[in-house]
């Protein structure tokens, strides 16, 4: 079987704080992963640790960068079960904003409309909402609305995802490297 992860998770920064204030919502970012491990995460977010701006289509690694300046931060992870066509879709969209990523920006003129429930979406530029909404509906899942309506918070409640993980990303990670690590260790032991 295979399946696609979609990450929710509230980081300390100051822009997540406003939100978070503004929105009254739990989590105020979501990202994408291949891999139950999440070792490969992807969302639209800062480019540099220290700054806001620029922002565009990143890797994201949990314990470096933004996420690596948090020791604790709530998330909810949610799986959605795809078929081989979907994951290699999948898999061919994440390496098309791998190698043009320069060509996309952060969509910060897209967060007004967006939160006033305005369907409004820019060429190449995407908030990290709008950015897995684009993908999941590109792959072929249906969406309920416009993917450039979507906020982090929708994908709590998306038809097609099921409840993965509740808790702490950093702590989740560290479990999942744990039982590859064992796993690969009893492996080679064989």
């Known amino acids: 079987m295979e399946y696609i992860y979609i990450i929710v998770a509230q980081t300390g920064t100051k ?3 406003f939100f978070r204030f503004f929105t009254k919502k739990p989590y105020n970012h979501v990202s994408l992963s291949g891999s139950a491990d999440l070792s490969e995460m992807y ?3 800062r480019t540099y640790r220290p700054f806001m701006l620029p922002a565009t289509f990143n890797r994201e690694i949990v314990g470096k960068g933004t996420l690596g300046k948090f020791n604790f931060i709530p998330c ?4 959605i079960k795809v078929t081989s066509e979907q994951k290699y879709e999948y898999n061919r969209l994440i390496s098309h904003f791998c190698n043009n990523r320069k060509g996309y920006s952060y969509n910060i003129l897209g967060l007004v409309p967006l939160y006033l429930n305005i369907d409004w979406s820019r060429k190449k530029s995407f908030v990290c909402s709008q950015f897995v909404a684009y993908t999941i509906e590109k792959i072929g899942i249906q969406l309920e ?3 450039s309506l979507y906020t982090p918070d929708d994908f709590r409640k998306f038809p097609a995802a099921e409840l993965y993980y509740a808790g702490e990303l950093n702590s989740f990670h560290d479990e999942m490297t744990a039982r ?3 796993a690969a260790a009893r492996w080679l032991s064989m």
């Open 43 to 45: 969302s639209f977010c």
């Open 145 to 147: 609305k416009p993917f």
């Open 15 to 17: 822009p997540a704080h």
């Open 180 to 182: 590859s690590d064992y």
């Open 76 to 79: 909810e992870i949610y799986r």
